[in-house]
Every structure is written in structure tokens, then in C-alpha cells.
Nanobody, 122 residues
Framework: QVQLVESGGGLVQAGGSLRLSCAAS????????MGWFRQAPGKEREFVGA????????YYQDSLKDRFTISRDYAKNTEYLQMNSLKHEDTAVYYC???????????????WGQGTQVTVSS
């Protein structure tokens, strides 16, 4: 089992920045990739981006890659989501996920965090 705990969410003004963290614990050795998804009210959960935990390669939703950056601290078993130039439409619950491969599909991720709320005021 892998446990994921997100942190760093909150309220930010449009144009601002926020950095989310996701700390992994448990059997992290089975985790090859960590991803971020988000879910806005009334919408389906969507892929934000992911990182290969061992190699550091990244994969993003095309529309977000210019503003969002994913990184990881291998020694701390933690991944980060740096979000810049935030827009009101970025308001959502952001979820961290862990799985076996770098993918944009929800089904590729086995473990999920509880989510952290990000609210962008316009």
C-alpha cells in the first residue's frame, strides 16, 4: 500500500502562484509515476500532469504545460505541482495519484490522496 497526502492548497488571487506538495509513504518502491489530477464542481476529474519518479521525465495536459510544472524530491518521496498565472478556471480539488507508469489516464493510477482545495478568486 502507498499513502499519499497532499498539502499546499488554499485561496489565491488570479494571476498568483501556488505550490502543492504530495508526500508518499508506505511501499513507495512500487511507485513508478506520480500524477496530479483535478476536479472542478460539476466536472469530471481531469489529468493535470505526471512525473516519472525515478527518471524525472514529465508529461502534461497540453493546455496547462505553460503554467504548471511538476517536480519531485526523490529522497523525500514527495512530488510538487507549481502553478503559476492561476486563473479562476483552475479552481478545483487537486488530487495526487501514484501508479506504475507515466500516463494521463485515471485508470493507470492505483493510489490516490484525499485532495486539496485550490480556489482562485477572479
Amino acid at each position: 500500500q502507498v499513502q499519499l497526502v497532499e498539502s499546499g492548497g488554499g485561496l489565491v488571487q488570479a494571476g498568483g502562484s501556488l505550490r502543492l506538495s504530495c508526500a508518499a509513504s508506505g511501499r513507495t518502491s512500487i511507485t513508478a509515476a506520480m500524477g496530479w489530477f483535478r476536479q472542478a464542481p460539476g466536472k469530471e476529474r481531469e489529468f493535470v500532469g505526471a512525473i516519472s519518479f525515478h527518471f524525472g521525465s514529465t508529461y502534461y495536459q497540453d493546455s496547462l504545460k505553460d503554467r504548471f510544472t511538476i517536480s519531485r524530491d526523490y529522497a523525500k518521496n514527495t512530488e510538487y505541482l507549481q502553478m503559476n498565472s492561476l486563473k479562476h478556471e483552475d479552481t478545483a480539488v487537486y488530487y495526487c495519484a501514484a501508479g506504475e507508469g507515466l500516463s494521463g489516464l485515471r485508470s493507470s493510477y492505483t493510489y490516490w490522496g484525499q485532495g486539496t482545495q485550490v480556489t482562485v478568486s477572479s
